[in-house]
């Protein structure tokens, strides 16, 4: 028995080595962690048990090379003493190809979430297919992607993309719910600068193709850019103190035993002149408990700003207008970050805070043409298609289609509250006026005469149409408040809320917007 447990030992020795000693060093020279260092990173210390560690591909050939574990690191611990699975591509096996054995094991790692209702965190680390198994590493492939969205609406599932990550692997982070990204080390394009170059003659280097600074600020594929894999991984915790395990759990609450004081600093924070603008971010940081606000694709669609937050020690989901961008207007990007964000919040039971301030959808040409309607039809399906708690607050500018697009009454909010300086109407009251009163605009004599006779018309329509108290009468405000009072207004709403019940139509699912 002793040669026997020798012999485990020393098996298990060269397993846990991975591609080896000096393929590890390659790998930490290159600046990038292995994948069970990233694991110790992510996993309470010695909370993991892994799996399949002895899987191998048979390919029926005597003395074929043995890849380690099949190049990938799979099992379950703990994050702050919650249980996840994981898994871990290892680079220095292979490159971290997938192949059919490989993919096996990520996959009997998901189902392992989806059958006890625990999160999942990816590390994607992979120089692609394997290309020796053919049409194997296709369907390992296809597998993955397939069980990708079995979990969808689940259980959360975060990628981290820490390595290359090109081709169809790119598909399964974007099958999941987050995606946390190294900067420089990290690349995820469907086809690579050479292929590129072959194909079409444009020339591009990989980190313009498909660096963390081109996802995060122009695709919109990513959620977080991370300077380091340490970083990344503190962002991964971090997020997963939001989440619940499943889809039928409560998100994780803290203890609160604070007084509700109000906040007279608010009632200064936001410029009177609807024309001026602010930073929505100083009002969130003055909204939630203190040090709470995680905010979500903070580079891509910048005229609206998403992120997680606490109220009173419960999770919540913002979604603000945020002025400092295109004067808070919807255009493509912002639409889709938004309706995405939502959706999330829905799937996970967290009650959602919408902040307005919004002048309209962004007009022009290149906004018509990229579709638009499309894109802002996303946001008016996901709040419509929403169950959780939603409590709105217009600040400012309510628009149009916008105003009902940032989760009006008529798209089931289930709490109103506007602030004095907010302005609801069809548009704006300069542009209303010059409608309204075109003719006895035009038939003013002089300039002068012109300019006096807007003003009072703007002045007029602010007074009868713009503001919040025709809403309030009208029930589709439910009060007017100072803005000092809001944090406290919203924190009472929602332990009333919590206890919400939603009955809709039975159904496979909505038909999203395009």
């Given amino acids: 028995m002793s040669k026997r447990f020798s012999d485990l030992d020393q098996r298990r020795r060269e397993l846990l080595l991975g591609g080896g000693a000096e393929k590890i060093e390659k790998q930490h020279r290159q600046g990038k962690l292995t994948a069970r260092e990233r694991l110790g990173l992510l996993l309470d210390p010695e909370s993991f048990v892994e799996f399949g560690l002895w899987a191998q591909e048979d390919n029926g050939e005597p003395g074929a090379k043995v890849l380690a574990g099949e190049g990938v690191v799979t099992g379950k611990g703990w994050v702050d003493g919650r249980a996840v699975y994981a898994f871990s591509q290892d680079f220095t096996v292979s490159g971290g190809s997938v192949g059919k054995v490989h993919a096996a094991k990520i996959c009997e790692c998901l189902r392992g979430a989806l059958r006890t209702g625990l999160p999942v965190v990816g590390f994607n680390d992979s120089g692609g297919a394997r290309i020796q198994e053919g049409v194997e590493a296709l369907s390992g492939y296809g597998q993955i992607f397939y069980t990708n969205t079995l979990l969808s609406g689940v259980v959360p599932q975060i990628s981290v993309i820490a390595g290359p990550c090109a081709g169809g692997a790119a598909y399964s982070p974007a099958l999941t719910d987050f995606i946390v990204m190294v900067e420089e080390s990290a690349k995820m394009f469907i086809a690579g600068p050479d292929v590129i170059k072959a194909a079409t003659g444009e020339v591009i280097t990989d980190e313009a193709l498909g660096g963390a600074k081109v996802h995060s600020e122009v695709s919109?594929?990513?959620?977080?850019?991370?300077?380091?894999?340490?970083?990344?991984?503190?962002?991964?915790?971090?997020?997963?103190?939001?989440?619940?395990?499943?889809?039928?759990?409560?998100?994780?609450?803290?203890?609160?035993?604070?007084?509700?004081?109000?906040?007279?600093?608010?009632d200064e924070l936001v410029p009177e002149d609807p024309r001026k603008a602010y930073d929505v971010r100083d009002v969130i940081g003055r909204l939630v408990d203190p040090g709470s606000f995680l905010e979500v694709q903070e580079a891509f669609g910048r005229s609206i700003v998403n992120g997680f937050g606490r109220l009173g020690g419960m999770v919540v989901g913002i979604v603000a207008n945020q002025p400092m961008h295109l004067a808070g207007s919807l255009d493509m990007d912002a639409s889709d970050k938004a309706a995405r964000f939502v959706r999330t919040c829905n799937i996970f039971n967290i009650p959602i805070v919408t902040l307005v301030d919004v002048p309209g959808f962004l007009p022009g040409v290149a906004q018509e043409h990229g579709g638009i309607i499309r894109h802002g039809a996303k946001m008016l399906f996901a709040y419509s298609a929403a169950t959780v708690p939603k409590m709105t607050v217009i600040l400012r500018k309510a628009y149009g289609g916008a105003y009902l697009a940032m989760c009006s009454k008529d798209l089931g909010a289930d709490s109103v509250l506007a602030w004095p300086t907010a302005e609801i109407a069809v548009m704006g009251p300069e542009g209303a006026a010059r409608i309204l009163h075109r003719r006895e605009l035009e038939a003013a004599k002089t300039a002068k005469d012109k300019s006096h006779l807007l003003a009072e018309k703007v002045a007029e329509y602010r007074k009868l149409h713009a503001n919040p108290y025709r809403a309030a009468a009208a029930l589709y405000v439910d009060d007017v408040i100072r803005p000092s009072w809001t944090r406290r207004l919203l924190i009472e709403r929602l332990v009333t809320l919590r206890a919400k019940r939603d009955q809709r139509p039975q159904k496979k699912h909505g038909n999203i917007p395009m």
């Fill in 220 to 266: 919109g594929n990513i959620h977080f850019a991370a300077p380091d894999e340490r970083t990344a991984v503190a962002i991964v915790k971090r997020l997963l103190s939001y989440l619940p395990s499943n889809n039928l759990e409560s998100p994780p609450d803290l203890p609160f035993d604070q007084p509700l004081v109000d906040d007279e600093a608010m």
